[in-house]
């Protein structure tokens, strides 16, 4: 039973638009969520992290937002840029878990930027 | 070399063959961990080691040995596999597991050895 899911196994934007990743959760345990990149031939990189007490989380293009009582989380970026194009995972953790920091990932979205 | 590496990146291998994964990090790092990522599915989680000491195994089958002799290296030892274990085995370092400090600690990955066996 996957805890993580991203729905989405695709998804195609033009460039300069918004892209939204999308992830729900099923686990109430979770607490810490993060979005990971990765190119073809490399190991995903993080991106992005957003903890429970918040809801939204901004680094330059790229917003997180966190809705807790529908288990849901998304990926914004904007503008979208060729460089973008990836698979995109979304990662969960349970830190209350008796300190176990696990991470539980989805199965990934492929972004590609049309320019 | 910098950040975590692994070797090979390819591996094609027989059922009887025994083979091993290499995985070096050169960020400075306590733990290390091995994840499985099989087509259309998840990253799972197979082992964790802290300070070399092994401290999850997620219920992955015995012909599957990891091995950290030191807190840089991480081997993952191969025998006598399965068709169904062919996927990618990615190789990730954390400073701490679980963190010291309560805040959760970036996992940093390799590029992951793609493992086919016949």
């Known amino acids: 039973d996957q805890q993580v899911k991203q729905n989405s196994p695709s998804l195609s934007v033009q460039e300069g638009r918004i892209s939204i990743l999308n992830c729900d959760y099923t686990?109430?345990?979770?607490?810490?969520f993060l979005w990971y990149k990765k190119y073809p031939a490399e190991g995903p990189t993080f991106l992005i992290s957003?903890?429970?007490?918040?809801d939204k989380n901004e680094d330059g293009r790229f917003t997180v937002f966190l809705n807790k009582s529908a288990k849901h989380l998304s990926l914004h970026i904007v503008p979208s840029q060729p460089g973008d194009s990836a698979v995109y995972f979304c990662?969960?953790?349970?830190?209350?878990?008796?300190?176990?920091?696990?991470?539980?990932f989805g199965t990934g979205t492929r972004l590609t930027i049309i320019p | 070399e910098t950040g975590v590496t692994q070797t090979p990146r390819h591996l094609v291998m027989g059922m009887t063959n025994k083979k091993s994964l290499k995985c070096e990090q050169h960020?400075?790092?306590?733990?290390m961990y091995w994840y499985k990522q099989s087509a259309k599915k998840p990253l799972e989680l197979m082992f964790v080691?802290?300070?070399?000491?092994?401290?999850e195994n997620n219920s992955v089958p015995s012909r599957f040995s990891p091995e950290c002799p030191n807190s840089s290296h991480l081997f993952l030892h191969l025998h006598t596999l399965q068709p169904e274990d062919s996927a990618l085995y990615l190789c990730?370092?954390?400073?701490?597991?679980?963190?010291?400090?309560?805040?959760?600690?970036?996992?940093?990955f390799g590029p992951g050895t793609r493992l086919t066996v016949l």
């Open positions: 957003i903890s429970s007490i918040k």
């Open positions: 990662a969960a953790s349970a830190s209350s878990n008796f300190g176990n920091e696990k991470l539980t």
């Open positions: 960020l400075g790092h306590n733990a």
């Open positions: 080691y802290s300070l070399e000491e092994r401290v």
């Open positions: 990730a370092s954390s400073q701490d597991f679980p963190p010291a400090s309560g805040i959760y600690n970036e996992q940093f």
């Open positions: 686990n109430s345990m979770f607490d810490y």
